[in-house]
Structures are given as structure tokens and as C-alpha cells.
């Protein structure tokens, strides 16, 4: 029988995704392993590989669609023998029915962190969609556009009840628009079930600004220009509003005096060798802060922590998250166990998943979870300034520029490069003890960079 392929969750928390390319048309055969498709998330592009073999039967979604929800059915494979033009185009409902005896997805805990580690393959590509299984509730779900779902939500309509003109009968922004015209569709208030439980209470929402028609009264018309907010920007303001509501913050900062450091810095890239013709490594001030913090966590592990809700998860390795700039936002790469890397490992692995992150190509392994996370904006010639924690994350270190500037030495004023350092803390996990103990390990070993060599 025919196989669908659905939109598949790259993480617990995705609920819709961009189906960018497909790298297959109707009629193809596929192979296990094929890559038929490409999907944006709002932080990279990820493709899509084949377990089943087949035909391509039917593209239920075209590339270049916007929004698709996890689950929907984007295409269907005739298996072996069947007829590949025989195969018909599901039915409105969009999203494939849940296996009695297949695992319902888990929903992530609050503050979990945004990973995937079950659903992606031994190289790091996500399993083709088919594997991913509808959770309860989606069997019934209409097979519209993202626009006609919210004008129906908007106007009180059921979506079921409205017939699609779309390819393959999806339903678009015009059928909602009729149904609404005819005055029919409208969806039946919902009536508890015999003997059903209690619907759980909604969750608080976040609290929110102004309204989008609030702000712009504010200002003349055409005085400025609108621009959407794409997936990584909603994702981003709605992560750090989370964090900023949920995660009780707490800040420490000191100096850290840096010409010892520049010096040992200056040294290593000189003697670094030759590998085609180029330096083997080079050494930036943001490399030698990673493997400090990476150092200071080890030696101060009661900070190298999680917080849950029922317990503290203690972690065995320092994995540093970098923030890197990328257009439309930013992204955390990870250096995974950096207390155990040399500083050229951590260097090398820093600039190829920069340029990889520039171009939305890591992988979710490669910039979700971590224990703690970088910040560095020295490079703009910010003197100092205090990050956002970023749960499962419990710390972060905001990173200024390093600046000659006057200091007191044995009671007579001299001249060093110093560099402002703030620790953000998540007060339920590290208080401010033991995040004054972590920043002064990490202090200890910028100012006495030998020891990172050891």
C-alpha cells in the first residue's frame, strides 16, 4: 500500500517547518537513504532522507511552501507493484493517523532543552518523516494553508466541514472567505465527552506588548517599512521572553587583566606549523575564553548544572555553546567536552561551524543543549554587558572588549589590558557564591593562561 511521507519534527519543539526544495519529482524512484527533500527551520536547513523504497507518487506539498505543521503529509510513495499514477492524493485531513501501537511523542518538559536526540540517524541527518508518528488529537486536522487555518480559527469556522479548491484539495484563504460569505461551517461548541476527563486549564500565556495596530498608530503612515518576522526571530523573542519570565537572573562581574594572555596567545600562533601551506590553527582571545570556562566548570562542577523542576541535573562534561552571528539572528554552536580539547581543537571546530552556521548548515546535535554559553561582543568594542540565560543553560558569560586601561600596582598606578567579564546566572541553580567561585576560576585561568596548557 502507499506510504506517506510526512513533515517530520526535527526537535520536540518544532510545530511547523519550510518544505524549501524537493530533490525528487513525481514519478522518481527512491532508495533507502535517497535525500528527497530539503526543510528550513527557523535555525538551519536540514534534508530529508528516505527508509522506505518506491516510487514518488505524489507531491502533496509543493517546495517553496511556508508553515507546513510536523505530521502534515507532504507526499506519498507507491510501493513495490502498485501503479504510481493510480495513487490518489489524501484526502483533506493533512496529517497521517497515530499507530495504536507506535510511542506518542512526548511533550518537552518547561525549560527543556530544544534537542533531538532520539529522531536523527548515526551521520546526524533526521530520519525521513514516515518515522515520525502523528500525536493523538492530529487525525482529524484539515488540510489547509496556514492563512485559511487562522482566518477560520478567526471567524469561528470548522475547517473540516469546508471543501478545498487547493492542489489535492487543500483548503485556501478563498474557501474560508466563502464559507464565511454563505454563513456556513461554523464550528459546534465543544461539548464534554461522557465520562471524559477534565480538560487541563490553559497554561498563562507570556506576557505581551502593545498590539501590532497599538504600535503603528504611534508613528505616520508611511513613515516606515514593514518587515515579517521570519522563523528565527519569532523563535528567538519567544525563548528569551520564556527566559527572562521563568529564570530568576543574578549577575557577577570582575576584570580580568589579559597581557599575560596575549602574550602566550601571540607565541602559540607563531609556532604553529604549516598544513598546506597555511597555519595548522589560529588562535583567537574567544578560542582561550571557551577553554577557560570550559576549565573553570570542571573545577567547579556544583555550577556545571540544569535545573528541572523536580531535580538538579549535574553534568560530567563542560560543553561551552558560542553565540555566532548570523543574518536574521543568532545560533549556539556547541564545543562539546571543552575542558579535554586542546585550544587548536576548540579553534578549528569554532571557525568550521561559524562559517557552516552562516550558511544554516549544522546540524540541531551541533547548536542544541550545552551546559553553559559564550558571549562575546568585544569585537564591536562593547566594554561590558549582561547576557540572557538560555535554559537548560544555568549560566552565561558576557564577554567585552580588552582595553588598555590604568590599574594599581604594588600601591603605584601602571597600564594593562583588561577585559569586563559578567556572568549571568540562573538563581534557582547557581547562586551568587557559587557563581562568584566559577568566575574566579575562570579569572585565575585568563590571567595564568599556562595552566590551560597543562
Given amino acids: 500500500m502507499p506510504t506517506n511521507?510526512?513533515?517530520?519534527?526535527?526537535?520536540?519543539?518544532?510545530?511547523?517547518?519550510?518544505?524549501?526544495?524537493?530533490?525528487?519529482?513525481?514519478?522518481?524512484?527512491?532508495?533507502?537513504?535517497?535525500?528527497?527533500?530539503?526543510?528550513?527551520t527557523d535555525k538551519a536547513t536540514m534534508e530529508v532522507e528516505a527508509v522506505d523504497e518506491g516510487v514518488l507518487a505524489k507531491i502533496v506539498v509543493p517546495e517553496g511552501t511556508a508553515d507546513v505543521a510536523v505530521n502534515e503529509i507532504i507526499g506519498v510513495i507507491a510501493g513495490e507493484g502498485e501503479d504510481a499514477k493510480s495513487v490518489s492524493a489524501p484526502a483533506a485531513g493533512g496529517a497521517a493517523p497515530a499507530k495504536s501501537d507506535a510511542p506518542k511523542a512526548e511533550a518537552p518538559k518547561a525549560g527543556a532543552a530544544d534537542t533531538d536526540s532520539g529522531h536523527v540517524t548515526g551521520n546526524g541527518k533526521p530520519l525521513q518523516p514516515q518515522s515520525f508518528v502523528a500525536a493523538s488529537g492530529n487525525a482529524s486536522r484539515a488540510f489547509a494553508s496556514p492563512l485559511a487555518r487562522r482566518i477560520a480559527k478567526d471567524a469561528g469556522l470548522d475547517l473540516n466541514a469546508i471543501k478545498g479548491?487547493?492542489?489535492?484539495?487543500?483548503?485556501?484563504?478563498k474557501d474560508v472567505e466563502a464559507a464565511k460569505a454563505g454563513g456556513g461551517a461554523k464550528a459546534a461548541p465543544a461539548a464534554a465527552a461522557a465520562g471524559a476527563p477534565a480538560a487541563k486549564p490553559a497554561a498563562a500565556p507570556l506576557a505581551s506588548g502593545p498590539?501590532?495596530?497599538?504600535?503603528?498608530?504611534?508613528?505616520?503612515?508611511g513613515s516606515y517599512e514593514e518587515v515579517p518576522h521570519d522563523g528565527m526571530r519569532k523563535t528567538i523573542a519567544r525563548?528569551?521572553?520564556?527566559?527572562?519570565?521563568?529564570?530568576?537572573?543574578?549577575?557577577?562581574?570582575?576584570?580580568?587583566?589579559?597581557?599575560?594572555?596575549?602574550k602566550l596567545r601571540g607565541e602559540l600562533n607563531a609556532a604553529a606549523p604549516e598544513k598546506d601551506g597555511k597555519p595548522a590553527y589560529k588562535l583567537s582571545v574567544n578560542d582561550m575564553v571557551i577553554k577557560a570556562l570550559a576549565l573553570a566548570l570542571k573545577a567547579v562542577p556544583d555550577a556545571n548544572v540544569s535545573w528541572t523542576d523536580n531535580t538538579m541535573l549535574k553534568h560530567k562534561h563542560?560543553?561551552?555553546?558560542?553565540?555566532?552571528?548570523?543574518?536574521?539572528?543568532?545560533?549556539?554552536?556547541?564545543?562539546r567536552d571543552a575542558c579535554h580539547k586542546s585550544l587548536s581543537q576548540i579553534s578549528n571546530e569554532m571557525k568550521d561551524m561559524a562559517a557552516r552556521a552562516k550558511a544554516r548548515k549544522l546540524k540541531p546535535e551541533e547548536y542544541q543543549g550545552g551546559t553553559t554559553a559564550v558571549s562575546n561582543l568585544g569585537m564591536f568594542g562593547v566594554k561590558d554587558f549582561a547576557a540572557i540565560v538560555n535554559p537548560p543553560h544555568a549560566t552565561i558569560l558576557a564577554v567585552g572588549a580588552g582595553e588598555q586601561r590604568v590599574i594599581v600596582k604594588g600601591g603605584q598606578p601602571a597600564?594593562?589590558?583588561?577585559?569586563?567579564?559578567?556572568?549571568?546566572?540562573?538563581?534557582?541553580?547557581?547562586?551568587?557564591?557559587?557563581?562568584?567561585?566559577?568566575?574566579?576560576?575562570?579569572?585565575?585561568?585568563?590571567?595564568?593562561p599556562l595552566a590551560m596548557l597543562v
Avoid at 498590539?211 to 503612515?221: A, I
Fill in 5 to 40: 511521507i510526512l513533515m517530520p519534527a526535527l526537535s520536540p519543539t518544532m510545530e511547523k517547518g519550510n518544505l524549501a526544495k524537493w530533490l525528487k519529482k513525481e514519478g522518481d524512484t527512491i532508495k533507502s537513504g535517497d535525500i528527497i527533500a530539503e526543510i528550513e
Fill in 165 to 173: 479548491s487547493g492542489p489535492h484539495g487543500r483548503i485556501v484563504e
Fill in 211 to 221: 498590539s501590532d495596530e497599538q504600535v503603528k498608530k504611534l508613528f505616520e503612515p
Fill in 239 to 262: 525563548r528569551l521572553t520564556e527566559a527572562k519570565q521563568t529564570v530568576p537572573h543574578f549577575y557577577v562581574t570582575v576584570d580580568c587583566e589579559l597581557d599575560a594572555l596575549l
Fill in 318 to 335: 563542560a560543553d561551552v555553546g558560542v553565540a555566532v552571528s548570523i543574518p536574521g539572528g543568532l545560533i549556539t554552536p556547541i564545543i
Fill in 415 to 448: 597600564v594593562a589590558t583588561v577585559m569586563s567579564v559578567t556572568l549571568s546566572t540562573d538563581h534557582r541553580a547557581v547562586d551568587g557564591a557559587l557563581g562568584a567561585e566559577l568566575l574566579a576560576a575562570f579569572k585565575g585561568y585568563i590571567e595564568k
